[in-house]
């Protein structure tokens, strides 16, 4: 079994920039695919990035590419979203997710098996 807890999450204005953080129990963590996923009110759960074992192991949707940056450390059991530039849209709840079973990064949300609590982003215009 595996527990995630995000944090890092709040309140801040248009091309402000937050860091989340997802602290995972478990001894096998460096194994898991690690993923971001977001849930805005009315909407459908959206795949944000993925990251597996090596740094150049990444998968980012288009709609975040170039301004999200996911990290992972594994001796601190902890994986990172970096959002910089950050736009009203961006406002969301945001989850973090692993996946144990497979190697290849997806962005398919069925494919993960451990969910945290998610964290609330809100960005104002």
């Known amino acids: 079994q595996v527990q995630l807890v995000e944090s890092g999450g709040g309140l801040v204005h248009t091309g402000d920039s937050l860091r989340l953080s997802c602290a995972a129990s478990g001894r096998t963590f460096s194994s898991y695919v690690m993923g971001w996923f977001r849930q805005a009110p009315g909407k459908e759960r959206e795949f944000i990035a993925a990251?597996?074992?090596?740094?150049?192991?990444?998968k980012y949707a288009d709609s975040v590419k170039g301004r999200f940056t996911i990290s992972r450390d594994n001796a601190k059991n902890t994986v990172y979203l970096q959002m910089n530039s950050l736009k009203p849209e961006d406002t969301a709840v945001y989850y973090c997710?692993?996946?144990?079973?497979?190697?290849?990064?997806?962005?398919?949300?069925?494919?993960?098996?451990?969910w945290g609590q998610g964290t609330q982003v809100t960005v104002s215009s």
């Open positions: 997710a692993a996946d144990e079973k497979h190697y290849t990064l997806s962005s398919d949300y069925v494919e993960y098996d451990y």
């Open positions: 990251r597996g074992w090596y740094s150049w192991n990444t």
